[in-house]
């Protein structure tokens, strides 16, 4: 299960130059802001430039309107001299038991399509039996833990030989992790993106996501078995989270899209647990 870390103090920055980064980030004007948050464009102008020491409350406020994660929320208010007020626990909480519960009740009513719960980073955390279907094949060093659901995907010893549209799909991966770390600023993001992008991949890759005639998604079609899997996925998240933990947790649900994927996945041996 997954371990998580205390949270680092902001290295010193100004809580005023964090928020005006977050907000430059967001492409969004202090006046937009300031309405926003219901303050006077003077008073945002002077947090940014530390002319003025924001109150807990208002940094809480403003990360609230610029959507920062509650992770960044508690560095933004240790750079303002205060404590974190979002804790970061462990899945093997206590507390978290009824959390476990039914995440797992989620993974094992999906089977025996795959499903898997990922972290921030793209870690594997959990899986149901599915899963082994889109792992056949994989590099053994790559599925030790942490096991990275994108470098398995998309490095040449993992899925990528396995993958018919390989170029669309590590288009559509790319892209996906290029969103996000333009949201979180995160740099082991940035460097996994990186990573990724140095990958060989014999087949064109999109810049753009364009569809064709009857398209109304991307799919992952794997060959498995001697025969092309074809999937769709989703992605949930919990809903009101106030537990760093449980807000940067993701389940991925893939789902058959075309009815042979469904007969030849109903119809295979039950599978293991993919992860624990």
Same mark, same amino acid.
């Given at each position: 299960?997954?371990?998580?870390?205390?949270?680092? %103090?902001?290295?010193?920055?100004?809580?005023?130059?964090?928020?005006?980064?977050? /907000?430059?980030?967001?492409? +969004?004007?202090?006046?937009?802001?300031? +309405?926003?948050?219901?303050?006077?464009?003077?008073? $945002?102008?002077?947090?940014?430039?530390?002319?003025?020491?924001?109150?807990?409350?208002?940094?809480?406020?403003?990360?609230?309107?610029?959507?920062?994660?509650?992770?960044?929320?508690?560095?933004?208010?240790?750079?303002?001299? *205060?404590? !974190?007020?979002?804790?970061? =626990?462990? @899945?093997?909480? !206590?507390? @978290?038991?009824?959390? /476990?519960?039914? &995440?797992?009740?989620?993974?094992?009513?999906?089977?025996? *399509?795959?499903?898997?719960? +990922?972290?921030?980073?793209?870690?594997?955390?959990?899986?149901?039996?599915? &899963?082994?279907?889109?792992?056949?094949?994989?590099? !053994?060093?790559?599925?030790?833990?942490?096991?990275?659901?994108?470098?398995?995907?998309?490095?040449?010893?993992?899925?990528?030989?396995?993958?018919?549209?390989?170029?669309?799909?590590?288009?559509?991966? $790319?892209?996906?992790?290029?969103?996000?770390?333009?949201?979180?600023?995160? #740099?082991?993001?940035?460097?996994?993106?990186?990573?990724?992008?140095?990958?060989?991949?014999?087949?064109?890759?999109?810049?753009?996501?364009? #569809?064709? !005639?009857?398209?109304?998604?991307?799919?992952?079609?794997? /060959?498995?078995?001697?025969?092309? $899997? =074809?999937?769709?996925?989703?992605?949930?998240?919990?809903?009101? %989270?106030?537990?760093?933990?449980?807000?940067?947790?993701?389940?991925?649900?893939?789902?058959?899209?075309?009815?042979?994927?469904?007969?030849?996945? /109903?119809?295979?041996? %039950?599978?293991?647990?993919?992860?624990?």
């Amino acid at each position: 299960m997954l371990r998580v870390n205390t949270v680092a %103090p902001a290295r010193g920055r100004p809580v005023g130059e964090l928020l005006r980064e977050w /907000r430059d980030r967001r492409r +969004i004007s202090q006046l937009d802001l300031a +309405i926003s948050a219901g303050i006077s464009t003077r008073h $945002l102008s002077f947090v940014e430039t530390g002319r003025a020491a924001p109150s807990r409350e208002m940094v809480l406020r403003l990360g609230d309107h610029l959507d920062v994660p509650l992770r960044e929320r508690n560095q933004l208010l240790l750079a303002a001299g *205060f404590a !974190p007020v979002y804790a970061e =626990s462990s @899945l093997d909480d !206590p507390d @978290l038991a009824v959390v /476990r519960q039914a &995440v797992r009740l989620l993974l094992t009513g999906h089977e025996p *399509f795959p499903a898997a719960v +990922i972290d921030r980073r793209w870690n594997l955390i959990d899986g149901n039996a599915g &899963v082994a279907a889109l792992l056949e094949g994989v590099a !053994p060093g790559l599925l030790e833990p942490p096991v990275n659901v994108l470098r398995v995907t998309l490095h040449p010893d993992g899925m990528a030989s396995s993958i018919v549209n390989l170029g669309e799909w590590r288009a559509h991966l $790319l892209g996906r992790l290029r969103r996000e770390v333009a949201a979180t600023a995160d #740099p082991e993001l940035a460097a996994l993106l990186e990573e990724l992008r140095g990958y060989p991949c014999a087949q064109a890759v999109p810049e753009i996501e364009i #569809p064709g !005639p009857g398209d109304f998604l991307v799919p992952l079609r794997i /060959r498995h078995g001697g025969a092309e $899997l =074809s999937f769709f996925s989703t992605v949930a998240t919990f809903g009101t %989270p106030l537990d760093v933990t449980l807000a940067e947790l993701s389940i991925e649900s893939f789902y058959p899209a075309d009815p042979a994927t469904a007969d030849a996945l /109903r119809n295979a041996r %039950p599978a293991s647990r993919a992860a624990s």
